[in-house]
Structures are given as C-alpha cells and as structure tokens.
C-alpha cells in the first residue's frame, strides 16, 4: 500500500536520509523509533512531501512519483491520499472544534457544508471530544487540540495517516490519553506511519517497529522482536538504555 524505495535526502553536506526501503502494508501501524536527529521525521515528511527527497520513488494506493522528477501534479495527488498530524498540533486558531475538522472536507475534498459536519461530528466523537465542538483551540489543553488534529486527519479518510512525535509537547497524563486515541484509531483499520518516543506505543499499539540510527534503518520486525528479541547490537543497546537509563 505504501513503499518507500531508495530514498536518500541531504541537508547542504548533511545527509540525513541513506537509501531508506520501507514497506508498509494497508492496515498496518508503523512505529519509527530511534534516537534523535536520526532522520525519523525527514523520513516521514518525505512520504507527503513536506521534505521533497533528492532521491528514490514513493508509491502509496498503487500512485508512485520518482522523488528526483515529481511533478507538482504529483505532489497533490500524493498528498491527497495523505493525512498528516504534528506535534504542534496546527489547528486555526480562528475557527471552533467543528470547523477545524470541517476545512478539509470543505476546501479540499469539496464536500457540501451538511456532509462535511456529519462526517466532522462522527470523528470528533471518536476522540472523545463531541462536547467542545464549539470551542476554540486557545480554549482547549494541549492534549485536547491533539485530539482534534488526530479527528481532523481521520475525517480526510487518508489511505495513510502521518503522525509526527504527537505527543511530544505534552505531559505524561496527556501523553497517555493520546495514545489511547490512538489505540482506537489503529482499531478501525487505519494505516499509520508514526514517529514516537512513546516505546508503550510502539510496544501495545503498532504491529511493525522500524529502528532507525544515522539516516538508515538498522532493524524492522514485529514489537516482540525489536524489543524481546533483537537482531542487531545496536537495537539491543538502543533498547537496553531505554529499561536501565542510569545503569553505568
């Protein structure tokens, strides 16, 4: 549904991204974990082109652009089957609960007011947020406004979710809600490609974890083998710092 292949990016004499393949099938939820400034969320940014990569092909739902000579044309139909959540959350700050998640459908997908807020509402829901849909972001916590990005992605009905370190900005407790969300967002099938400090993510949520170190992936299996069975030293050592962070 999603391969990634040859993908190589360079920030002036700093490459960043090293001939990365990935693979990811419909329904899966793809955990990228690795220390930071490991390319993770280049990585991820490449697949909608947020971050135009200098090298290798994308194909999502059966649409491939070569990376190197994509046409704007592309870029758009790409993006489309595309739906991206930050860590800053990126709502309008000008615009209610309902008409943050409304836009999309509106703007983009030209759907008709009426269609656009059942759709809207029925996400909202999902998240657990249908009591504020009049509410303004400055009105909400951050936990609260990450809710709204996750239903705001889920109502484009992407063929890929993109989610970067989406909790990032948020304390333990919020943190914990929000992955909670996320568990019942994996549960309606949706494909996810998430970048994540949260291993509890990685570990109970996602079924394929990718580990990646200096631009390149070192290590993909299921959770259990990443983080009960790894193949390679660097993931063990990786892993181990994680479960004894003060051991000298």
Same mark, same amino acid.
């Given at each position: 549904?999603?391969?990634?292949? =040859?993908? &190589?990016?360079?920030?002036?004499?700093?490459?960043?991204?090293?001939?990365?393949?990935?693979?990811?099938?419909? /329904?899966?939820?793809?955990?990228?974990?690795?220390?930071? +400034?490991? /390319?993770?969320?280049?990585?991820?940014?490449?697949?909608?082109?947020?971050?135009?990569?200098?090298?290798?092909?994308? @194909?999502?739902?059966?649409?491939? #652009?070569?990376?190197?000579?994509?046409?704007?044309?592309?870029? $758009?139909?790409?993006?489309?089957?595309?739906?991206?959540?930050?860590?800053?959350?990126?709502?309008?700050?000008?615009? @209610?609960?309902?008409?943050?998640?409304?836009? =999309?459908?509106?703007?983009?997908?030209?759907?008709?007011?009426?269609?656009?807020?059942?759709?809207?509402?029925?996400?909202? &829901?999902?998240?657990?947020?249908?009591?504020?849909?009049?509410?303004?972001?400055?009105?909400?916590?951050? +936990?609260?406004?990450?809710? $709204?990005?996750? #239903?705001?992605?889920?109502?484009?009905?992407?063929?890929?979710?993109?989610?970067?370190? %989406?909790?990032?900005?948020?304390? %333990? &407790?919020?943190?914990?809600? $929000?992955?909670?969300?996320?568990?019942?967002?994996?549960?309606? +099938?949706?494909?996810?490609?998430?970048? @994540?400090?949260?291993?509890?993510?990685?570990?109970?949520?996602?079924?394929?974890?990718?580990?990646?170190?200096?631009?390149?992936?070192?290590?993909?299996?299921?959770?259990?083998?990443?983080?009960?069975? %790894?193949?390679?030293?660097?993931?063990?050592?990786?892993?181990?710092?994680?479960?004894?962070?003060?051991?000298?």
């Amino acid at each position: 549904m999603l391969t990634i292949e =040859g993908i &190589e990016k360079s920030f002036s004499d700093n490459k960043v991204l090293k001939g990365i393949d990935l693979k990811v099938n419909r /329904g899966d939820v793809v955990a990228l974990i690795g220390p930071s +400034g490991t /390319g993770k969320t280049t990585l991820l940014r490449t697949i909608n082109f947020l971050e135009k990569a200098d090298k290798g092909t994308i @194909t999502i739902d059966g649409l491939t #652009a070569d990376c190197h000579n994509v046409s704007e044309r592309e870029i $758009i139909q790409l993006r489309r089957k595309t739906a991206m959540v930050f860590q800053n959350y990126n709502l309008f700050r000008n615009k @209610t609960v309902l008409e943050n998640v409304m836009e =999309g459908l509106v703007v983009v997908q030209k759907k008709s007011a009426a269609e656009a807020e059942a759709i809207a509402k029925e996400q909202i &829901e999902l998240v657990g947020m249908s009591d504020r849909l009049n509410a303004y972001p400055m009105e909400l916590s951050g +936990g609260q406004q990450q809710r $709204i990005g996750i #239903a705001r992605a889920m109502a484009l009905k992407p063929d890929v979710m993109l989610l970067d370190e %989406p909790t990032s900005s948020l304390d %333990p &407790e919020r943190s914990a809600e $929000i992955l909670k969300v996320l568990q019942k967002v994996a549960k309606t +099938g949706m494909t996810m490609v998430i970048t @994540t400090h949260e291993m509890n993510f990685a570990k109970y949520v996602s079924n394929h974890v990718v580990f990646m170190e200096a631009g390149n992936i070192v290590e993909e299996g299921s959770p259990d083998q990443i983080f009960n069975h %790894p193949q390679e030293e660097r993931t063990r050592r990786f892993v181990q710092e994680l479960e004894n962070p003060f051991e000298v």
